[in-house]
């Protein structure tokens, strides 16, 4: 059973930076695709971010262009997101989630097939 256990939130102010890292346990990691997907009180799950299974492809949100720069490193069955230029409006709780088809690189939440519980990130101005 492939887990992905999310690390790296916390309270920030607006403008701030933050790293997030999740670790996959239970499965051949380098196979899969791996995406991130947030999730703010009262609204549904959106997607953030995506990445192939070597690296050399990614895929991001309108909202994340720019800002946001997913990444992995295969040989620590780890993949990261590294957020810049935090605004309010990302604050949500933020999810892995890993699709055993590692050439998908999209935002589709029915192509993902293990998710994370996530981790927390608040936003202040």
């Known amino acids: 059973q492939v887990q992905l256990v999310e690390s790296g939130g916390g309270s920030v102010q607006a403008g701030a930076s933050l790293r997030l890292s999740c670790a996959a346990s239970?499965?051949?990691?380098?196979?899969?695709?791996m995406g991130w997907f947030r999730q703010a009180p009262g609204k549904e799950r959106e997607f953030v971010a995506a990445i192939n299974w070597s690296g050399s492809s990614t895929y991001y949100a309108t909202s994340a262009e720019g800002r946001f720069t997913i990444s992995r490193d295969n040989t620590k069955n780890t993949v990261f997101l590294q957020m810049n230029s935090l605004k309010p409006e990302d604050t949500a709780v933020y999810h892995c989630a890993a699709g055993r088809d590692g050439t998908v690189v999209a935002g589709l939440e029915r192509l993902y097939d293990y998710w994370g519980q996530g981790t927390q990130v608040t936003v202040s101005s």
């Open positions: 239970g499965g051949t990691f380098s196979s899969f695709a």
